[in-house]
């Protein structure tokens, strides 16, 4: 479990990245931050592993102050993407997977084997093992970075937007991807992204950020959906233009339904339920 | 022309090779002495000024005090300062260790600030990205620096060294005004015998002598030039004259970059 106790971080500058931030992000759940850029997700979310230290509050791990731990134990142990991937330019792919398990010790076939098998965790070919990260594309570097992460087999995942480089199809699987995998290996993670739809596809908990990492709203995709807290959120998850009130249209033409949008924008047709 | 042709002439005949020759001869040995100066110097001058870079370069400490200070090292005229540094020791120790010390002393610090320089721009030189990568995978600064900024900034490491090389080969001539041993006496024989074949031969020697181990570092600097570090290119970078701007010119990719990831998002 993770928890936020009042937490400010105001930096040199004197921006006030986040303000008196409370909240609890449950064990083994996804906790989704959505919202505009600047709002404050990347600093709640390096908080976490002390790449960023609060100017006031507290942030607890497990009923423990990060403040206390050391930060080169603490960040071995929590899987970051970082949202510029941040892959070592000199170092082949298997290594960039392998370097923290490489820092904690571990030999260097045993990593190797084991970066292997990340990459096909992360649904990359073996072979891109002995590239360098300016040899991949934008969308397969951030698979990497997804894989770096992963290595250590750390209890808590910090993801920073790590499907923004990636085409809508492409990020569609890797949400899919994401959701088999979270099944498998229910971590505690924390997910950055401001593309709503995304959040709703793979949060547990959504946690919408206004200006300053002010909390417009947290709850399930449902709940968000059903009762949008105020104005913001409604715009925000498209709610106010009838985006999420979706009505079926009979064409005449060839006798297709068409879901559509309350603009009558096509969102999707109706399928035949197979059974 | 003729002159050229005669110090060439001067330089080829296996006379001036023969073991056991009166100084300056046999030049092989004058040049082996040039290249133990140069060695020494340079040497020493690393052990302080790479680490001293590699610091300042990482923590970005010191900056503008030791710029200010290695500028000022700069301005010192090395003629000067051996002759100082000469009489100072000379009244300590014997007379030929005398010479030997205040002429490496002055070499030294004539190649500490191109070593500086390189060391620290080198290490500013790599993404800030990919050392907060670094650190936020659990390295330890120590960690950071030896298998992150070191690695990616050796070109430009190499390139600070090669320019202080050049520097105190062409400058370890004027060892032999304190009757050291180097090409320098060489040219310095010359003038007192008025022979201008020698004179030039000498100077010939010293170019020749640059250029070889010039080209030598050069392959060095290519062979580390990994993935991921900058090209590093010495014409572009002059650390013999401006301190500042050979950070100027390794800091302006990164802004580069920075702009690209930016608009990436
Ligand atoms: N090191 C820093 N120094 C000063 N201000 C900063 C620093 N890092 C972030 N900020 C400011 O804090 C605010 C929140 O930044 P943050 O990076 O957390 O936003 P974000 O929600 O992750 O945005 P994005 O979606 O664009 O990544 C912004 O106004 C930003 O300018
Ligand atoms: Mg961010």
Redesign the pocket.
Same mark, same amino acid.
């Given at each position: 479990m993770i928890e936020f106790q009042n937490v400010t971080k105001q930096?040199?500058?004197g *921006?006030f #990245?986040v303000k008196d931030f409370s909240l609890v992000l449950p064990s083994h759940k996804v906790t989704v931050f959505v @919202?505009s850029? @600047? #709002?404050?997700? *990347?600093?709640l979310l390096r908080m976490i592993n002390r790449m960023v230290n609060p100017t006031s509050g507290k942030v607890l791990i497990d009923g423990e102050d990060v403040a206390g731990l050391n930060p080169v134990a603490l960040r071995r142990k929590i899987g970051y993407v970082l949202?510029a991937t941040g892959l070592l330019p000199h170092r082949k792919i298997a290594d960039n997977i392998a370097s923290v398990p490489r820092l904690n010790g571990v030999p260097k076939s045993k990593a190797r084997e084991e970066a292997l098998i990340l990459l096909d965790t992360v649904g990359l070919d073996r072979s891109l093992a002995d590239r360098y990260p300016d040899q991949l594309s934008g969308g397969q570097q951030q698979r990497v970075g997804v894989a770096r992460a992963l290595a250590s087999d750390p209890n808590i995942l910090l993801m920073d937007e790590p499907f923004g480089a990636v085409d809508p199809i492409v990020r569609l699987e890797l949400q899919d991807e994401l959701n088999r995998l979270q099944g498998e290996i229910s971590k505690t993670m924390v997910f950055?992204t401001?593309n709503i739809d995304e959040a709703f596809a793979i949060a547990d908990q959504v946690v919408i950020l206004r200006a300053g990492g002010e909390i417009a709203q947290v709850g399930s995709p449902a709940e968000i959906l059903a009762n949008p807290a105020d104005d913001f959120v409604e715009t925000f998850i498209g709610a106010d233009k009838g985006k999420r009130t979706l009505h079926l249209q009979r064409r005449e033409e060839d006798g297709v339904t068409l879901i559509v949008d309350a603009e009558g924008r096509p969102a999707g047709i109706l399928g035949e339920d197979k059974g | 022309m003729q002159f050229f042709l005669d110090a060439f002439r001067w330089l080829l005949d296996p006379a001036n090779y023969v073991a056991g020759g009166i100084s300056p001869l046999p030049i092989q040995d004058r040049i082996g002495e040039h290249l133990w100066y140069t060695f020494v110097s340079v040497a020493i001058a690393s052990m302080i000024a790479l680490p001293l870079g590699l610091f300042i370069g990482h923590t970005g400490r010191g900056r503008q005090f030791v710029i200010s200070f290695t500028g000022m090292m700069r301005a010192l005229p090395t003629l000067g300062l051996l002759m100082a540094l000469f009489l100072i020791i000379g009244a300590t120790v014997p007379f030929t260790q005398a010479a030997f010390v205040a002429s490496i002393i002055a070499l030294v610090i004539l190649a500490i600030p191109s070593i500086l320089a390189g060391g620290y721009a080198g290490v500013e030189s790599v993404d800030p990205q990919t050392v907060d990568a670094g650190r936020a995978m659990g390295m330890t600064e120590m960690q950071i620096l030896l298998r992150i900024e070191i690695p990616l900034s050796l070109p430009l490491i190499i390139s600070g060294i090669r320019a202080a090389v050049l520097q105190v080969i062409a400058t370890a001539v004027i060892a032999s005004y304190i009757s050291l041993g180097g090409l320098g006496t060489v040219i310095s024989s010359g003038i007192g015998l008025n022979d201008n074949e020698r004179i030039l031969g000498g100077a010939i020697l010293v170019i020749a002598l640059a250029l070889v181990v010039d080209g030598f570092l050069a392959l060095l600097q290519r062979l580390v030039t990994r993935r991921g570090s900058k090209e590093a290119r010495p014409q572009n970078i002059d650390f013999r004259r401006r301190s500042f701007g050979s950070a100027a010119v390794a800091e302006e990719p990164v802004n580069e970059r920075k702009r690209h990831v930016q608009s990436k998002?």
């Open positions: 930096f040199p500058d *921006t #990245a @919202g850029s @600047g #709002a404050g997700k *990347t600093t949202q950055v401001h | 998002k």
